[in-house]
């Protein structure tokens, strides 16, 4: 029971959206990051390396793989100053069913415009016409475009 006094709600926490210039701002330093990082750390290493192992391709994608995550990390800094959990900020949420219902329409349209309003190119249309129409039954039944 309560005794009248109302309960206290939590507010949901505050997010705050990058603006333009702070987002140019973030964009710059993640490319420093990169950079820094793969002058600073990878550079120091591949030097440490025998001559065989610098050429070897596992030792070129580690060399980038490493400066990327320092760019990586320095997005994962922004959006968590922007107080959004990292599912939200990056889209991985579900779609809810007008969002898929738009969706499936636009490429319902899309087909619709591909199959009645295109016209086969004037160049290539032996090629074009291979292409479009696939398998024997949609040659002998299909428009006769050749």
């Avoid at 710059?28 to 290493?45: E, H, K, R």
């Avoid at 192992?53 to 400066?67: C, D, Q, R, Y």
């Avoid at 004037?122 to 090629?127: E, F, L, V």
Wanted: net charge positive; with cysteine; charged share 15%.
């Amino acid at each position: 029971m309560t005794s009248g006094v109302p309960l206290e709600t939590t507010a949901p926490p505050k997010t705050r959206e990058w603006k333009f210039w702070a987002t140019i701002l973030w964009v710059a330093a993640s490319v420093a990051a990169f950079f820094i990082v793969g002058v600073l750390l990878v550079l120091p290493l591949l030097g440490m390396l025998p001559s065989e192992l610098k050429s070897h391709p596992l030792t070129n994608a580690v060399g980038w793989l490493i400066p990327w995550f320092g760019a990586l990390g320095v997005f994962a800094l922004a959006i968590r100053l922007t107080g959004m959990r990292m599912r939200d900020y990056l889209g991985f949420v579900p779609p809810r069913l007008p969002d898929i219902g738009i969706g499936l329409a636009g490429l319902v349209v899309l087909f619709l415009w591909q199959c009645c309003c295109s016209t086969p190119p004037r160049t290539g249309r032996r090629r074009h016409c291979s292409i479009r129409i696939a398998g024997q039954w949609l040659r002998a039944h299909g428009p006769n475009y050749c």
